[in-house]
């Protein structure tokens, strides 16, 4: 009874089993130039093969359902007829090398297939069962180095197939990923040149030639290979390839136009649309980027990096509420995943919730903390995550809480170290202790002392403290006579400009110039160089250098606010000063600095209540900037809000005390000593009897 009922759950199995999966059985091998056509006997033994194939794979799903090991060693038995009926099919070698694995029978496998060589060295199934089995024990991941032999002896055989059977695609697709696995990808291209010799469109030889032929860099090679078989046929897998190689090589425009083709081809492949949204947010073309990542949400609706990306682009058209929302959908379809955490916490950061986003970000360092198995990944993602966590803790003024996160980042490796000193020596830089950071500067240079960062890093600091000469010498000392010369004219541009010593930083920042070979390089270059003649009340000069890098980035932000400021500052253009400002904040809508010079703006046009709530959120922004407290200052008082005037004044010139050397400016210490003093008698006539509103303080 027993037996019976073995036997009709197997029947229920057989009929079960979709045709589909039937399907999966042996192909016709294909016939070699030359050979004769299949005879009766051949086809005879097609069939039989077929059937226990069949057969194979049914006692296979068994023992899957069961576990019971006798289903096993009955699918081993029926896919060994089936191999030996049709030794070249490789779909009954993987089925059977992979039931042997998942018997446990490695061993067995192996001798088998090693005792018939050992008769027979020219016995071409042997070779193939023995390679399927070795390629079968190294899985999906990346090869160990437990693993490496077994790459080797899987070499060994795949090679010798080819020697035998130079026409086995197979054989020489395992051969080449091997050899990628063994980083020869040299040789590897080779064998997949060799095949495309013999088949110009073989598409999966094509494929890892264009992978191996783009991890070297040779983008352009790659292209014109799948030019010339585009000619021939085209296929969506070729466009997408060639939609991948001009991408490395920086052509998002032909990018495109593959992308797009491989979509109208096979519209519900969804490798092409993440190529094409790939390509059109290279172009910066948010609005169809958004369009094919949205069809991506549909095509792949559990994916969460799909989200991801929809979240990043509306963060940077600075939409962040629906940034906020594909980031939140994300984390419903990957709970706990880091990535999603860090895009999670740079949303909120650029929202100006540093709380949530130090939650989020300490959240996702307790979880990788808690791995049990600490990794060279696992340290680098920590890293990430404390230089981020250190740096909203530095925008949250909250600078022990920033100084503790990167201490603690400190013991995670040598660069990961570094990068953890460079964040202590910016975060006591905010902090205005330069003390502290010459000294940190100076623990960084001992224990990295072929970094020349944190040399540059020194002669700043030193330049923010007044030590002008002492800065320069550092940084001339580090001239090389190469083009490399030019970041460090530009540091020392920056030197001489906060020593107020114009000239030299106007010569310091031409001599970078002369070293530039692209515009866009120049953008820094340019920059400095209109804050150098603004500062010098040079204002046509100042103006030239800064439509200078407008016309190369119309979008710089750093450029729009200070031209724009300085133009409201002078009182002149006002409505043009306002449109650059607010150009500004449209990419950087929370920088406490932009919204200080939009609330200037605002001041100078006599819009006030728009430029206090503009002050107000600089200053929520930037509570220590003494410019932006006096700005606010003048708004109240203008608005008849003394009391209010004097006390932001007040904490303006506490702020002027606690500034760098560099950053003292007498001529605007006084004037503020002036109003305040002013001010402060003109609140004390107030309360006598017949007082009269008081004038703006000169």
Partial sequence: MKERLGVLALLLVAVLIPSAILAQGPPPAAATPGQSPATPADEQARADAFYAFTMGHIYEEYDDATSQSEYANQAIESYKKAYALDPRSPVIGERLAEIYFKAQRIRDAVQEAQDILKRDPENLSARRL????????????????????????????????????????????????????????????????????????????AEQLTQLLLDQGKGAEAIAMLEGMMQRAASPNLLDLLGDAYTQERQPVKAEVAYRKAVEMDPDEPSHHHGLAQA???QEKYAPAIQEYKKLTELEPDKA????????????????DLAEENVLHAKQLAPGDLEVMYYES????????????????????????????????????LAIFYELLGRLYREKEDYASAIGTYQEMLHLGDEEGRRARMGMIDTYRAERDLPKALDEAQKAMQAFPQDRSFR????????????????????????????????????????????????????????????TTRPSDNEMIWFMLGAIYERQKKYDEAEQEFKRVLGVNPQNAAVLNYYGYMLADRGERLEEATALVK??????????????SLGWAYYKQNRLAEAEAQLRKAVARDSHDPTIRDHLGDVYFKAGK?????????????????????????????????????????????????????????
Avoid at 364 to 370: D, T
């Fill in 583 to 596: 150009r500004a904040l449209d990419e950087d809508p929370n920088n406490g600095a932009y919204l200080d």
């Fill in 130 to 205: 023995l390679a399927h089995i070795y390629v079968r024990t190294l899985g999906d991941s990346a090869v160990t180095p437990g693993q490496r032999d077994m790459v080797s002896r899987a070499v060994e055989q795949f090679r010798e197939i080819l020697r035998l059977d130079p026409s086995d695609e197979d054989a020489a697709l395992w051969l080449a990923r091997l050899y990628r696995m063994q980083n020869d990808p040299d040789k590897a291209a080779q064998v997949m040149r060799e095949l495309l010799q013999r088949e110009p469109d073989n598409e999966a030889a």
């Fill in 456 to 515: 540059v890093t020194q002669a700043l600091l030193l330049g923010e403290d007044g030590e002008t000469d002492k800065a320069a010498k550092i940084l001339t000392a580090m001239f090389t006579g190469t083009a490399e010369d030019r970041e460090i004219d530009l540091d020392l541009a920056q030197v001489y400009e906060r020593g107020k010593r114009f000239a030299d930083a106007e010569s310091a920042a031409r001599a970078a110039e002369k070293l």
């Fill in 280 to 282: 059109l947010v290279a």
């Fill in 305 to 320: 990096e799909n989200y991801l990306h929809l979240a990043e682009i509306y963060r940077q058209l600075n939409q962040l």
């Fill in 642 to 698: 003394s009391a209010l005037a004097a006390a932001e004044w007040e904490r303006a010139l506490n702020e002027w005390r606690k500034a760098l050397p560099s950053e003292l400016e007498p001529d605007k210490i006084a004037t503020l000593e002036k109003k305040l003093t002013s001010v402060k008698q003109q609140l004390a006539q107030q309360k006598s009897p017949g007082a009269t509103k008081p004038d703006f303080p000169k």
């Fill in 346 to 381: 740079t949303i909120y950061e650029a929202q100006g919730r540093f709380e949530d986003a130090i939650r989020v970000l300490s959240s996702a360092i307790s979880g990788v903390k808690n791995q049990s198995q600490p990794s060279p990944s696992s340290r680098r993602t």
